[in-house]
C-alpha cells in the first residue's frame, strides 16, 4: 500500500510539473534528493560505526552483560511465557539494548532473532504470540537514553547543539514505551479473557 502511495506522489509531482512547463524542476529535485541522501548516508555510517564500536568496548568490558542482567528481571515480567535460559530472551536483551542506545539500525538484526525464537515457542505459527505482540511493541516504541542517529543527522546539518535532542527523546520514547506496554498489556487481557470462553 505505500509503494502505491509513493507512486501516486511522485507521478503526481512529475504531472503538476509537467502542466505547468517546469519539468526542469523535478530532475534537479531528483538529483538534489539523491545527493543529500547519499551525503546523509556517509554521515550516518560514521555516527554508526563510532557507536557500534562503543558498544564493542562495552560488551569486551562486561558492561552490555551488566546491563542485559539489570534488564532481565523487567524482561521476565514482559515476557512471562518465554523461558529465562531460551535463547529468544537473550536475542530481546541485545535488542533492547541496542533500542536504548538510539542503534536502531544494530537492534533490527537482533529483534528479527528475537523473533524466529519466540516463533519456535509459537503454539500456532500463523498466529503472533502475545510475547511475538510484545516484543514489536517495545521495538516500535523504542525507548533511547542516547539517540545517536538523530544526533548524527542533527551533527550532519549544522546543528549548534545536536545532543540537546537527549532530554525530549527521553521523554518522548519514555511515553511511548510505557504507553506501549500499557495497551500491550490491555489487549493481551482481552487476547487471555476472549481464549478462556
Known amino acids: 500500500m505505500v509503494n502505491y502511495i ?28 539523491a545527493k543529500e541522501g547519499v551525503a546523509v548516508c556517509i554521515g550516518l555510517i560514521s555516527i554508526l560505526v563510532f557507536w557500534m564500536g562503543m558498544i564493542r568496548i562495552a560488551q569486551d568490558a562486561g558492561l552490555l552483560e551488566k546491563l542485559a542482567r ?7 515480567v514482559l515476557f512471562p511465557s518465554v523461558p529465562p535460559d ?12 541496542a533500542n536504548l542506545f538510539g542503534l536502531g539500525n544494530a537492534a533490527t538484526p537482533m529483534g528479527i532473532k528475537a523473533m524466529e525464537e519466540l516463533q519456535k515457542l509459537n503454539p500456532d505459527p ?14 516500535t516504541s523504542g525507548f533511547t537514553l542516547i539517540p545517536a542517529t538523530i544526533i548524527g543527522i542533527r551533527m550532519k546539518y549544522g546543528s549548534v ?11 518522548a520514547t519514555g511515553c511511548a514505551t510505557l504507553s506501549a506496554i500499557l495497551v500491550d498489556r490491555l489487549y493481551r487481557r482481552r487476547w487471555e479473557n476472549r481464549a478462556r470462553r
Not at 511522485?10 to 534528493?33: P, Y
Not at 500463523?126 to 521495538?139: D, I, V, Y
Open 86 to 97: 531460551h535463547p529468544a530472551m537473550g536475542y530481546i536483551l541485545s535488542n533492547m539494548t
Open 126 to 139: 500463523k498466529t503472533a504470540s502475545p510475547a511475538m505482540c510484545t516484543l514489536l511493541a517495545l521495538n
Open 161 to 171: 547543539d545536536p545532543a540537546e535532542i537527549i532530554g525530549t527523546t527521553l521523554f
Open 70 to 76: 539489570l534488564l532481565r528481571p523487567l524482561v521476565r
Open 6 to 33: 509513493w507512486v501516486f506522489m511522485i507521478a503526481s509531482g512529475v504531472v503538476a510539473a509537467a502542466l505547468q512547463g517546469r519539468l526542469d524542476l523535478v530532475t534537479s529535485a531528483a538529483l538534489k534528493g
